[in-house]
């Protein structure tokens, strides 16, 4: 079952990112097992992310993708009724990226993730980011929590 969609002040809550680091705009859809995300930010000019010369490269496609991954993990601790975990990105696998800058890009992001592990220790997700029903990116990372929020 699908959940209704949220917009970027209640998904941002959900992240330890501030102002514009938050860089995904909505939740679309969401469930148990993923969630899809839409985001513009790669477009704006003042993007956190963005080289001096004023690029944005392919690579922090990951981010966008931690960032959902992120979000429904707070969103599924929430509808448990427990804190968010904190966690690390520590590993990836099978990153496939493009070769064009990301602000590039006229149109919006989406962003899919799906969560194929789920542990004490951390998560494993898969995920794909497409523009204009292109993929663009995919791959699968590693989460890890800290510590403190595993301790009894």
């Known amino acids: 079952m699908f959940h209704a969609p949220i917009d970027k002040t209640a998904l941002c809550?959900?992240?330890?990112?501030?102002?514009?680091?938050?860089?995904?705009?909505?939740?679309?859809?969401?469930d148990a097992a993923s969630i899809r995300c839409r985001s513009t930010s790669h477009r704006a000019p003042d993007n956190p992310l963005r080289r001096a010369d004023g690029t944005l490269g392919a690579a922090h496609l990951l981010e966008y993708a931690a960032q959902a991954a992120a979000i429904h993990g707070g969103l599924l601790a929430a509808a448990d009724g427990a804190p968010p975990r904190r966690g690390y990105l520590v590993a990836t696998r099978r990153l496939q990226l493009p070769a064009t800058p990301l602000n590039s890009l006229p149109g919006a992001l989406e962003i899919d993730a799906q969560r194929l592990f789920?542990?004490?220790?951390?998560?494993?997700?898969?995920?794909?980011?497409?523009?204009?029903?292109?993929?663009?990116?995919?791959?699968?990372?590693?989460?890890?929590?800290?510590?403190?929020?595993?301790?009894?």
């Open 13 to 30: 809550a959900l992240i330890p990112h501030a102002g514009d680091m938050c860089l995904l705009d909505a939740v679309l859809a969401w």
């Open 118 to 152: 789920a542990g004490d220790g951390g998560w494993v997700y898969a995920f794909t980011v497409a523009h204009a029903d292109t993929p663009l990116a995919s791959g699968q990372f590693t989460i890890a929590h800290l510590a403190e929020d595993t301790a009894a």
